[in-house]
């Protein structure tokens, strides 16, 4: 995997600062986690939050479906969301993030049958049938709302990422995060943001095989 790629796939999984943990609720000084349940291991300091998990701290607030933590060493990983792949090209990006545990599932989507069924083949190799949904989709046409905890476009002018991103606004203002690289014209994909509610939370420059890419995550706006 390219550095580009790699880089997309570690802004999934979002690290925190975590203090001490209880069962149900646990506070820290400036921290807070609430879930569904909350599974920890006082020795090691280990511990698990499933379900509905929302995190605070110093003011912000994250939410996922799983979140995996450390009380000793302050640090964690949200995990769990469903992730959509717009362009999935040869699924290589949407099988590292399930295999990882970065995404507990993923829909793999491209306008082209050509690179659906090379990804059908790499997701049947490596055994994740069952945990990978393959769609044509000319964008987010075949995208359910509300079916998706992030959103993920790369590979693309930002004309045509603006285009997807307006196109149906109730499925992507549904999903909690985006992930983006536009190639080109990023101005109009930060316009579409603006227009559709979402903030952006982290952005990153790489610099790959010759070539700069910018990188953004996005928040729903409050």
Do not use: W
Not at 25 to 47: H, L, P, R, W
Not at 165 to 180: C, D, G, M, Y
Not at 182 to 205: C, N, T, W
Request: net charge negative.
């Amino acid at each position: 995997m390219n550095k580009l790629k790699m880089t997309i796939v570690m802004m999934i999984g979002i690290f925190f600062m975590v203090g001490m943990l209880g069962t149900a609720c646990a506070q820290g000084s400036n921290f807070s986690v609430k879930a569904d349940t909350i599974e920890y291991d006082m020795q090691s300091g280990d511990g698990m939050a499933k379900g509905n998990v929302v995190l605070k701290q110093d003011g912000g607030t994250a939410t996922a479906a799983n979140a995996e933590f450390n009380s000793k060493t302050k640090s964690g990983r949200l995990t769990g969301g469903v992730v959509a792949d717009i362009g999935c090209d040869h699924g290589f990006t949407i099988i590292y993030l399930v295999m990882n545990q970065l995404a507990s599932a993923g829909i793999a989507m491209d306008v082209a049958d050509g690179p659906l069924m090379r990804a059908k083949e790499h997701i049947h190799q490596y055994g994740l049938d069952n945990r990978i949904a393959l769609r044509k989709s000319d964008g987010l046409q075949q995208l359910v709302e509300g079916e998706a905890d992030t959103i993920l476009i790369s590979g693309i002018g930002g004309a045509l990422m603006e285009r997807i991103l307006r196109e149906f606004p109730h499925v992507t203002q549904s999903a909690k995060e985006l992930l983006l690289s536009p190639q080109s014209e990023i101005y109009k994909v930060r316009h579409a943001l603006h227009d559709l509610g979402f903030v952006i939370a982290q952005e990153e420059m790489v610099f790959d095989q010759g070539k700069y890419y910018t990188i953004i995550r996005c928040e729903r706006g409050s």
